[in-house]
């Protein structure tokens, strides 16, 4: 069922056990710590040494040509070069284990998967969260999937809520104070929009003007899904300057979806990524100033950093943990928000 299964960092535990032992990460709350890499699993990463599909290749400018539909994407063409015919005997068993609880509340199978189309970056060290860089202002398609049993949800209508968060507790605690700041110095600019014409299989898109890292969606799960996104500030907006050069602060892209009933709003399912954003098009210099500075060590050194993956799959959040407020019950009609339908997608349907 897990079409993303050619990445290997989707499942970087093979047994159960340790995928339910990964702690889990609390909005607002605490750095989380990241799930150990399976050097096994080695499907569609570049290793330091690797002659093919190295990192200083990446170039996230692919996406500019996407078309609507998901069909032209990177992310689509990476999975059917891999075929999904090869991933039916995944074990997804243990996938989303953050929303056991509700699960079981509910009834229903709660696994989801979200797969950001960018590469993470090869100077990320075994055992350590992966870090995936963006250029600002450029769209990047998340694919979102049900996992598992789809007869519970036939004719359901889900809702999802993508965020930007800051990823260091010290300006976690300031995240209101820090996005007014930015706001104030880029008055009319939304830290994160969504490009209506690229996306598809969504409808319902609302941007709130006063919640300008926050954009929410239905969606059918269903049918196919993609939403490209666009983060419009850059990590060292938010570093204290002192003498330029400043290290950029990271962030996360954080997805929940939620199961609208009457009267009320169950949250299903969540998962988020660490993410640092560049401007002038600096993401995929990055990444080979990176590949750069590993292959420079010793292989017994280069060892102890993890390959790039060519996709980023969100890691799962206990949704117990959540200190976020669920979006309201249907859409609302407030003139702060403003509500975009994309077009059919026919080529899904």
Known sequence: ECIYACIPQIIPYTNTEALLALPTLSLLKQEAPSPTSNSDVVLQASSPNSASGAVGEADSNTNKNNKAGGTGSPLHQLLQQHGQNNFSNLDTSSVNSGSTSVQEDLGIDCRFQYVLAAATSIATKVNEETLTYLNQGQSYEIKLKKLGELSAYRGKILKSVIRICFHERRLQYMEREQMAAWQASRPGDRI???DIPLSYG?????QDQFLLNTVEFLWDPTKEVGVYIKVNCISTEFTPKKHGGEKGVPFR???ETYLQGEGSVKRLHAAACQIKVFKNRSADRKHKQDREKILKRP????????????CTVLNDIATDSLNSPPPSVG?????NATKFTPQPDTQHA
């Open 331 to 335: 859409t609302p009609t407030s003139p």
């Open 299 to 310: 292989p017994i050194e280069q060892e102890k950093f993890q390959p790039s993956y060519d």
């Open 253 to 255: 892209i954080q997805v």
């Open 192 to 194: 994160v929009e969504v």
């Open 202 to 206: 969504v409808y319902d898109v609302i």
